[in-house]
Structure formats: C-alpha cells, structure tokens
C-alpha cells in the first residue's frame, strides 16, 4: 500500500535516507512535494521511501531541484528513494508513477541520481534509460510508465 506521508510519525524514515539525507524534511513535503512509504498491508511495516518533486525543467543538481519546484510542474522527479527489502524500490517507483499518472497532467518520469554505480544498475535494471549525465549527477529517464 502506498502512503503519502502527511503524518509526524512517517517523518522519522527519512533520517534513513542514503541518498540525500542533508535535503530538509520542509522541502520534502512543502506543496507540490511529496514522500511515499511502500507499506505492507498487513503489517503496517515500510518498505521503501521515495521522494518526489514537480518541475517544468529536469533539474540537475539539488539547488535546481529546489529552485525549479512548481505546482503545476509536468515533470516527476524522483530525486532520493531507498527500499527496507528486497524488491521495494521498483515497487514503489512504479507504484508512485502510476498513481500520479492517474492523479495529475504529467510528460515525463526523470531522476537526479547520485553518479553511483547502485544507481546506474538499479535504473537501467527497471527500464530507465540515461537522459544525460552532469558534473554533480545522473537523469535517468523512465520512459514506460
């Protein structure tokens, strides 16, 4: 079950964020941002987290993420997501995807990756392909969302 976390509890996930730990949690869930938890139905237990920004500009470093946000952004960006088991973040960059898809006008799903070679297999893996490839990091591009 995907969750968008609005609630203080769901915060506490993302001081275990690999990626980007040092983006404040203010900006991950100040309008139009969001952050997902994949949750087990059952159990209540997480998954894995993404989180989400909206653009108009495939941003390439985490100052043009923060600068090129906008309410009305096309443009999905998935710029950090870690999974708890295995499988969870195909799971929940899928699943994201699909739900904004069905919730909001969008052109395309890109990332801003870290240049880690994790990063690089993990996309690819799933069907990205490389947008470009910055100083600072990697856009991958999920083209059949």
């Given at each position: 079950m995907l969750v968008n976390v609005t609630h203080d509890s769901h915060l506490a996930y993302l001081k275990d964020d690999p990626v980007r730990p040092h983006i404040p949690v203010e900006f991950r869930i100040r309008k139009p941002n969001q952050v997902w938890?994949?949750?087990?139905?059952?159990?209540?237990?997480?998954?894995?987290?993404?989180?989400?920004?909206?653009?108009?500009?495939?941003?390439?470093?985490?100052?043009?993420?923060?600068?090129?946000?906008?309410?009305?952004?096309?443009?999905?960006?998935?710029?950090?997501?870690?999974?708890?088991?295995?499988?969870?973040?195909?799971?929940?960059?899928f699943g994201v995807a699909r739900h904004i898809k069905q919730t909001r006008k969008v052109s395309r799903y890109v990332t801003l990756s870290p240049k880690t070679e994790m990063a690089r297999k993990f996309h690819l893996a799933n069907g990205a392909i490389v947008l470009q490839e910055n100083p600072e990091s990697v856009n991958y591009e999920y083209l059949e969302i």
């Open positions: 938890l994949l949750e087990d139905d059952f159990s209540g237990s997480v998954h894995g987290v993404i989180c989400v920004a909206y653009t108009h500009t495939v941003p390439t470093t985490e100052q043009e993420l923060m600068n090129f946000c906008d309410n009305d952004g096309d443009i999905v960006v998935f710029y950090t997501v870690w999974s708890y088991t295995k499988g969870a973040g195909r799971d929940i960059v």
